[in-house]
């Protein structure tokens, strides 16, 4: 059946360019914030191990609004990790970091999801597209206040 929600399918397909590379950073971030749950030490080993899951949580359930926003444009969602870490600029480590280079590392990751969350605002909002706007403007909002938590955690 085909798709009428007022957007072209070009508008469509321009949405759908943004949230993957959203979806991109948020599940490099993912990966790399539940690997840290796992592998934290230090003083401070329960309070990050606990902070890390709050966030992967949240992480993984964005992830399911994204990949949602994106079949409801007519797009199937992504699911070649290989490709996701391809268009992510969040990098895996080559080795486990100390506990405050995780956390700084989850601060940077955080403003880069904030930065691609921005960029797609831009990009659906000049689009029409006013519901991606909405999940870009939620996105960068809970990246950002995660990304302060962390910061005044070093
Ligand atoms: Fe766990």
């Known amino acids: 059946m085909p798709i009428d929600i007022g957007l072209t399918d070009a508008q469509r397909e321009k949405s759908v360019e943004a949230l993957r590379k959203l979806f991109a950073e948020t599940y490099a971030l993912y990966s790399k914030t539940h690997g840290y749950h796992w592998n934290v ?7 990050l191990h606990t902070m890390f899951e709050g966030q992967y949580n949240e ?24 490709a996701l870490m391809d268009l992510a600029s969040i990098k895996p480590d080559n080795a486990i970091p100390d506990s405050q ?3 700084a590392n989850l601060a940077k990751g955080h403003e880069a999801v904030s930065r691609a ?3 797609g605002l831009k990009i659906a909002a000049d689009n029409g597209d006013d519901v991606t706007a909405d999940l870009m403007t939620q996105r960068a909002t809970i990246a950002e206040k995660t990304a302060w938590m962390l910061r005044v955690s070093i």
């Open 101 to 103: 280079d995780m956390v």
């Open 41 to 47: 030490t230090g003083p401070n080993f329960n309070g």
């Open 117 to 119: 969350a921005k960029e």
């Open 59 to 82: 992480l993984w359930a964005a992830l399911d609004e994204i990949a949602e926003r994106i079949r409801a444009l007519g797009h199937f969602a992504p699911t070649s990790p290989g």
